[in-house]
């Protein structure tokens, strides 16, 4: 995909982050090289309803990453670390909700 393209679904993301939206993102990112806290780097891709990271044997669920959003916007988006998210796969979901912009690191 295009940066342009992800640039406006980002921008799109952020004007109001659903899980829907925050999936179809996802979905422009399948095979982008993230890196977790610990500079392990991953990928993944999107299959249905399920995020398989290339590090992990184990899906994260749509289901879950919803719960990871939801805590997102509980903490209105900073969040100090991926445990702070609570849910299955936050070392993964950490770094990408970071790069689309869903959360931001204390400032």
């Given at each position: 995909m295009q940066t342009d393209s992800r640039k406006k679904i980002t921008d799109w993301l952020k004007k109001d982050?659903?899980?829907?939206?925050?999936?179809e993102?996802?979905?422009l990112y399948e095979d982008f090289p993230f890196y977790t806290l610990k500079n392990?780097?991953?990928t993944y891709v999107i299959k249905g309803n399920e995020m398989f990271v290339s590090r992990k044997e184990k899906s994260i669920t749509k289901a879950?990453?919803?719960m990871a959003l939801y805590k997102?916007?509980?903490?209105?988006g900073v969040v100090t670390g991926?445990?702070?998210?609570?849910?299955?796969g936050?070392?993964?979901l950490?770094?990408?909700f970071l790069y689309l912009g869903i959360i931001r690191q204390k400032e």
């Open positions: 982050p659903t899980i829907d939206r925050l999936w993102a996802m979905e392990l780097e991953f879950t990453v919803g997102a916007k509980e903490l209105d991926p445990k702070k998210l609570g849910t299955f936050a070392s993964y950490y770094p990408v």
